[in-house]
């Protein structure tokens, strides 16, 4: 028994610092608006009331985040959509890695508008011993 119970709790503390290990962050954002005005007038005293109502909408982007980090590496990804009159998307990969005194690092933006043709961006690539 008191084998098992040693197994069991060495089975525990290594899923607990693997589950550690790959860990990712995660997160989801966003807005969105509703307005609704109701208006009522009288051109007389004794005339019948004219109400008029607006109703409108406007909707915030969306963002889908994650994050991880172990040691000295780090990597970041976000997908961000939103609706403005028209469709647009935005995916952001980041990342870093640090060996000994350098570090390197790189990043990209993509837009992935669909009012235009989605030029594709380039990743910026940087290495640096911090001066």
């Given at each position: 028994?008191k084998y098992i119970?040693?197994?069991?709790?060495?089975?525990?503390?290594?899923?607990?610092?693997?589950?550690?290990?790959?860990?990712?962050?995660?997160?989801?954002?966003?807005?969105?608006?509703?307005?609704f005005n109701q208006?009522?007038?009288?051109?007389?005293?004794?005339?019948?009331?004219?109400?008029?109502?607006?109703?409108?909408?406007?909707?915030?982007?969306?963002?889908?985040?994650?994050?991880?980090?172990?040691?000295?590496?780090?990597?970041?990804?976000?997908?961000?959509?939103?609706?403005?009159?028209?469709?647009?998307?935005?995916?952001?990969?980041?990342?870093?890695?640090?060996?000994?005194?350098?570090?390197?690092?790189?990043?990209?933006?993509?837009?992935?508008?669909?009012?235009?043709?989605?030029?594709?961006?380039?990743?910026?690539?940087?290495?640096?011993?911090?001066?």
């Amino acid at each position: 028994m008191k084998y098992i119970a040693k197994m069991m709790l060495a089975l525990l503390a290594s899923v607990a610092m693997v589950a550690q290990a790959y860990a990712w962050d995660f997160g989801v954002t966003g807005s969105a608006e509703a307005t609704f005005n109701q208006a009522s007038s009288k051109s007389g005293s004794d005339a019948d009331a004219n109400t008029t109502q607006e109703f409108g909408s406007a909707a915030g982007s969306i963002v889908i985040s994650s994050s991880h980090s172990s040691g000295d590496s780090s990597a970041a990804f976000s997908y961000t959509f939103d609706w403005d009159d028209n469709y647009d998307e935005v995916v952001k990969l980041s990342g870093s890695t640090k060996a000994g005194e350098w570090t390197a690092s790189s990043a990209i933006d993509f837009n992935r508008d669909s009012d235009s043709a989605a030029a594709e961006d380039r990743p910026n690539i940087a290495i640096t011993n911090g001066t």
